[in-house]
T-cell receptor, first 114, second 110 residues
Framework: EPEVTQTPSHQVTQMGQEVILRCVPI?????FYWYRQILGQKVEFLVS????????KSEIFDDQFSVERPDGSNFTLKIRSTKLEDSAMYFC????????????FGPGTRLTVL | KNEVEQSPQNLTAQEGEFITINCSYS?????LHWLQQHPGGGIVSLFM???GKKKHGRLIATINIQEKHSSLHITASHPRDSAVYIC????????????FGTGTSLTVIP
């Protein structure tokens, strides 16, 4: 069964460093999403991406964040200058017309900013 | 204001019990998603619904659009059902993004 994959599973970085989180969505999906979950808190929407551009973004998704689909398979989230409060689990998800809007989630990347 | 509330926050049940988890939301929605999050953190989609009722194995999800309320039921609960169950909704006024509830932590005791 196709699934969304994410790498790395855990990333540790120093405050101020740039990080890139990678996702490979399900191959025939056209809509891509990033969410984050700070430890002990609820999942929060960051951004959605369709047709090679951002379709929606939340207030959290400020200038420090960017997304890219560099090739036909990967979908990346970049944080330019990490802060302590960026420590969270980051989930990628994808969906398609045929999935009826159901989003399929990746296993997440745990980001720890020291 | 777009809000999603889940209850209860924590739930402990004996194996075999019938379980109900509730989700209510503040304004009109286009879809509601029930998700399961395992202790390791991974999220699995259980149901996506916009009306009526859906069933998959021992899981049943219902939604009442007029009352702005959805329930997730687990019949004949089993210890492997222990997880956090999350309700997420797509409001009519906010495009495609989902708003998540805080989750219900379920523990099923053998």
């Amino acid at each position: 069964e196709p699934e969304v994959t994410q790498t790395p599973s855990h990333q540790v970085t120093q405050m101020g460093q740039e990080v890139i989180l990678r996702c490979v969505p399900i191959s025939n999906h056209l809509y891509f999403y990033w969410y984050r979950q700070i430890l002990g808190q609820k999942v929060e929407f960051l951004v959605s991406f369709y047709n090679n551009e951002i379709s929606e973004k939340s207030e959290i998704f400020d200038d420090q964040f960017s997304v890219e689909r560099p090739d036909g398979s990967n979908f990346t989230l970049k944080i330019r200058s990490t802060k302590l409060e960026d420590s969270a689990m980051y989930f990628c998800a994808s969906s398609s017309y045929t999935s009826g809007g159901t989003q399929f989630f990746g296993p997440g990347t745990r980001l720890t900013v020291l | 204001k777009n809000e999603v509330e889940q209850s209860p926050q924590n739930l402990t049940a004996q194996e075999g019990e019938f379980i109900t988890i509730n989700c209510s939301y503040s304004v009109g929605i286009s879809a509601l998603h029930w998700l399961q999050q395992h202790p390791g953190g991974g999220i699995v989609s259980l149901f996506m619904l916009s009306s009526g009722k859906k069933k998959h194995g021992r899981l049943i999800a219902t939604i009442n659009i007029q009352e702005k309320h959805s329930s997730l039921h687990i019949t004949a609960s089993h210890p492997r059902d222990s997880a956090v169950y999350i309700c997420a909704v797509r409001f009519l006024n906010t495009g495609n993004q989902f708003y998540f509830g805080t989750g219900t932590s379920l523990t099923v005791i053998p």
